[in-house]
Antibody, heavy 127, light 110 residues
Framework: QLQLQESGPGLVKPSETLSLTCTVS??????????WGWIRQPPGKGLEWIGS???????YYHPSLKSRVTISVDTSKNQFSLKLSSATAADTAVYYC???????????????????WGKGTTVTVSS | QSALTQPRSVSGSPGQSVTISCTGT?????????VSWYQQHPGKAPKLMIY???ERPSGVPDRFSGSKSGNTASLTISGLQAEDEADYYC??????????FGGGTKLTVL
C-alpha cells in the first residue's frame, strides 16, 4: 500500500527557493502505473494543482507557476522533489504530494486524479 | 485556467441527501469525463471519494455518488451522517496534462 511523506523547511525567506521532497514507500517510484504530483493549499483557501512527473522525467506544470516550478525524481532514493523559485508570501501554504494513477491511451500515458496523498507540510514564506 | 465554481456551503440533516455542484467550461468539466471529488476534514489531507465522474474507490460508502451534465458535475451524498461534515473539492482534467480544482464547499450536518 502506497504511502507518501513530505519533508522540507517550514520557513522560507522571500525571493528564495522553496524546496520540498516527497518520499514514497510501499511501492516503487519507477512504477509505470503512477505519475507523482504536488498540490498546495493556502491558509483558509482551496486546493491548487502545482504539477506532475513521471518516473521517466516527463513533467507537466500549472500554467501560472510554470516559470518558477521544477519537479524532479530521484529513483535511487524513491523520492520526488519540488522547487519553487522566487518565493513570495502568496506561496505560503500546506504542500501535499500525491500519486496519480496512469491511464494509457494508445502510446500516451495520462492522469486524471490523485488517489493517495501525503499528510502535507506547512511552508511559510516570511523574512 | 480558472478554478471550477462550487457553492461555498451546503447543509443537511442526518439521513437527508445533499448535492454539491461543480461548474466549469467545455475546456474542462464539459470536455472530459474526468471529474474527481475529494473530502477534507479540518487539518487533514484530502481523500479521494469519486473519480472519472462517477466511480467510487474501494472503501468509499455507496452513499457517495457522482454525475455530470454538460459543464456541471455533481456529488450527491445520501443518508447524511455526522462524519460527512467536511470540505469537498471537485477537480477536473483540463487538457494538456493539467488539472483544475473547484474552490471547495463546506458541508454542514445540522
Amino acid at each position: 500500500q502506497l504511502q507518501l511523506q513530505e519533508s522540507g523547511p517550514g520557513l522560507v525567506k522571500p525571493s528564495e527557493t522553496l524546496s520540498l521532497t516527497c518520499t514514497v514507500s510501499g511501492g516503487s517510484i519507477r512504477s509505470s502505473s503512477y505519475y507523482w504530483g504536488w498540490i498546495r493549499q493556502p491558509p483558509g483557501k482551496g486546493l491548487e494543482w502545482i504539477g506532475s512527473i513521471y518516473y521517466s522525467g516527463s513533467t507537466y506544470y500549472h500554467p501560472s507557476l510554470k516559470s518558477r516550478v521544477t519537479i524532479s525524481v530521484d529513483t535511487s532514493k524513491n523520492q520526488f522533489s519540488l522547487k519553487l523559485s522566487s518565493a513570495t508570501a502568496a506561496d505560503t501554504a500546506v504542500y501535499y504530494c500525491a500519486s496519480l494513477p496512469v491511464v494509457q491511451a494508445v502510446i500516451h500515458y495520462y492522469y486524471y486524479y490523485m488517489d493517495v496523498w501525503g499528510k502535507g507540510t506547512t511552508v511559510t514564506v516570511s523574512s | 485556467q480558472s478554478a471550477l465554481t462550487q457553492p461555498r456551503s451546503v447543509s443537511g440533516s442526518p439521513g437527508q441527501s445533499v448535492t454539491i455542484s461543480c461548474t466549469g467550461t467545455s475546456s474542462d468539466v464539459g470536455g472530459y469525463n474526468y471529474v474527481s471529488w475529494y473530502q477534507q476534514h479540518p487539518g487533514k489531507a484530502p481523500k479521494l471519494m469519486i473519480y472519472d465522474v462517477s466511480e467510487r474507490p474501494s472503501g468509499v460508502p455507496d452513499r457517495f455518488s457522482g454525475s455530470k451534465s454538460g459543464n456541471t458535475a455533481s456529488l450527491t451524498i445520501s443518508g447524511l451522517q455526522a462524519e460527512d461534515e467536511a470540505d469537498y473539492y471537485c477537480c477536473s482534467y483540463a487538457g494538456s496534462y493539467t488539472l483544475v480544482f473547484g474552490g471547495g464547499t463546506k458541508l454542514t450536518v445540522l
